[in-house]
């Protein structure tokens, strides 16, 4: 009975640590601010392998493995720093090298200030006039 209660102990106090480590880097992913310049984006790709039975000598169809990707975007700030942040696979797509974007303290969204993407060419306003008659060869 007593070694059954201090197992259960054990759990909470290893549960609890868990959970506030999780929560202290949450909070301070949140905390984080910035303003400044993209000068480069990554995408850092991990490949875990699951070691389950088929791995162990059988035959094994398909890919076992899990592939995960960290879409980073490194910012020089208007204080001189450099800060390298994890963003979405979307934001990332969106945000261009040369953009100025700013994290706002509370969230973990990066806002595009200002961007650096060309806008696209505008259509001209009346036809070329060509006075010239096509060549016409028969």
Do not use: C, W
């Not at 398909?62 to 450099?82: C, E, F, L, P, S």
């Not at 993407?117 to 060869?137: D, E, G, K, L, R």
Request: proline share 6%.
């Amino acid at each position: 009975m007593k070694n059954s209660s201090s197992s259960i102990i054990v759990f909470v106090i290893i549960f609890l640590a868990i959970t506030a480590i999780y929560v202290f880097f949450v909070v301070r992913r949140r905390e984080i601010t910035f303003e400044g310049t993209v000068t480069d984006k990554d995408i850092n790709e991990s490949v875990a392998q699951n070691s389950g039975p088929a791995n162990q000598g059988g035959i094994s169809f398909g890919n076992r493995g899990n592939v995960t990707h960290q879409y980073m975007i490194k910012v020089k700030t208007d204080a001189g720093k450099t800060v390298n942040y994890q963003v979405s696979e979307g934001q990332y797509e969106i945000i261009k090298i040369g953009d100025r974007v700013s994290k706002g303290k509370g969230t973990t969204e990066v806002n595009i200030v200002s961007s650096t993407q060309n806008s696209p060419p505008q259509a001209p306003s009346s036809p070329p006039t060509n006075t010239t008659p096509p060549n016409i060869v028969a």
